[in-house]
């Protein structure tokens, strides 16, 4: 769900974990209450992500379907080589 490398039910999830999972969730369009119930969200949280999301052109919402856009792609291709490469730092 994240670039973390897995994760842990104790542990806080950051934000970048968060707006992760919700592209990545996201890729082939979700409505709200599913994306909500996926990313582990409450509805008032889901909203501040999906606005400030929607604004940096990451995600459109069409219909109620809220779907990543090719940007929102590239972070999590971009997010997803870094982590990568930081797995390979001793």
């Given at each position: 769900?994240?670039?973390?490398?897995?994760?842990?039910?104790?542990?806080?999830?950051?934000?970048?974990?968060?707006?992760?999972?919700?592209?990545?969730?996201?890729?082939?369009?979700?409505?709200?209450?599913?994306?909500?119930?996926?990313?582990?969200?409450?509805?008032?949280?889901?909203?501040?992500?999906l606005?400030?999301?929607?604004?940096?052109?990451?995600?459109?919402?069409?219909?109620?379907?809220?779907?990543?856009?090719?940007?929102?792609?590239?972070?999590i291709?971009?997010?997803?080589?870094?982590?990568?490469?930081?797995?390979?730092?001793?």
């Open positions: 769900m994240s670039c973390s490398a897995s994760i842990n039910p104790r542990r806080r999830r950051g934000r970048h974990d968060i707006i992760m999972g919700i592209l990545k969730i996201a890729k082939n369009g979700e409505l709200k209450t599913r994306l909500m119930e996926k990313a582990g969200l409450s509805f008032s949280q889901l909203k501040l992500y606005n400030a999301l929607k604004e940096a052109g990451f995600m459109t919402e069409q219909f109620g379907v809220w779907k990543t856009t090719e940007k929102g792609l590239h972070v291709e971009a997010c997803e080589i870094c982590h990568r490469l930081i797995k390979e730092v001793p």
